[in-house]
């Protein structure tokens, strides 16, 4: 079964307004998780670390202002993309590490459309 | 600069036959290196790994190889079924479990 999942799945939205993507991790406890976005036929680009009880770490070229991280408990971290614009449709996916493994499991991902 | 590059944008390849899908870095604090398998509209499936510190790991149909001193790594998957139709993402890990990603290789399994 899914050990993490994404809600919504697909977001139509109009420029200007907010979106908000939850990411949850069923099976275990994650202090730490990472978001990525995909643009269509590249690479997964890690956005930023999420960290449970602290501020995210964003990588260098992403607006802290623009996509903010909230990483309220244990199992649940959320990407809230304010004020979007049509450059920002991509798509989104989640990450949670195993404790003490390299291993990272994704989540299904958020096809975000800003009109 | 890209760290991980995959240089084959597709191969296409025979049922039965072997895939060989490329991967070369050019970091060499990379520690770990992962293959991840997408379909479409979907997150990254893990497939296999392979720790820096060797030069090959198998498990079933997929095996992984690592060469250090030219900083490439290689999936091998024999043999090759339809279902493994998806694209194939190299990642490696470096400081603070980061990922970093190649740009992914379209593989098509003809039957």
């Known amino acids: 079964g899914a050990v993490v999942s994404q809600h919504p799945s697909r977001v139509i939205c109009k420029s200007g307004t907010s979106v908000k993507i939850e990411c949850r991790s069923l099976?275990?406890?994650?202090?730490?998780m990472f978001w990525y976005r995909q643009f269509p036929k590249q690479s997964l680009m890690l956005m930023a670390t999420?960290?449970?009880?602290?501020?995210?770490?964003?990588e260098q070229g992403v607006e802290k202002d623009k996509f903010l991280i909230n990483h309220a408990s244990l199992t649940l971290s959320t990407l809230t993309v304010t004020s979007a614009h049509p450059e920002d449709s991509s798509f989104y996916i989640c990450?949670?590490?195993?404790?003490?493994?390299?291993?990272?499991?994704f989540g299904p991902g958020t096809r975000l459309t800003v009109t | 600069d890209q760290q991980v590059k995959q240089n084959s944008p597709s191969l296409s390849v025979q049922e039965g036959r072997i895939s060989i899908l490329n991967c070369d870095y050019t970091?060499?604090?990379?520690?770990?290196f992962l293959w991840y398998k997408k379909y479409p509209a979907e997150g990254p499936t893990f497939l296999i790994s392979?720790?820096?510190?060797?030069d090959k790991n198998e498990d079933g149909r997929f095996t992984v190889f690592l060469n250090k001193s030219a900083k490439h790594l290689s999936l091998h998957i024999v043999p090759s079924q339809p279902g493994d139709s998806a694209v194939y993402f190299c990642?490696?890990?470096?400081?603070?479990?980061?990922?970093?990603f190649g740009a992914g290789t379209i593989l098509r399994v003809k039957s």
């Open positions: 990642a490696a890990r470096e400081y603070g479990n980061k990922l970093v």
């Open positions: 990450s949670v590490p195993r404790d003490s493994s390299y291993e990272q499991y």
């Open positions: 392979i720790s820096s510190i060797k």
């Open positions: 099976d275990f406890q994650a202090t730490t």
């Open positions: 999420s960290n449970e009880g602290s501020k995210a770490t964003y």
């Open positions: 970091n060499s604090m990379f520690d770990y």
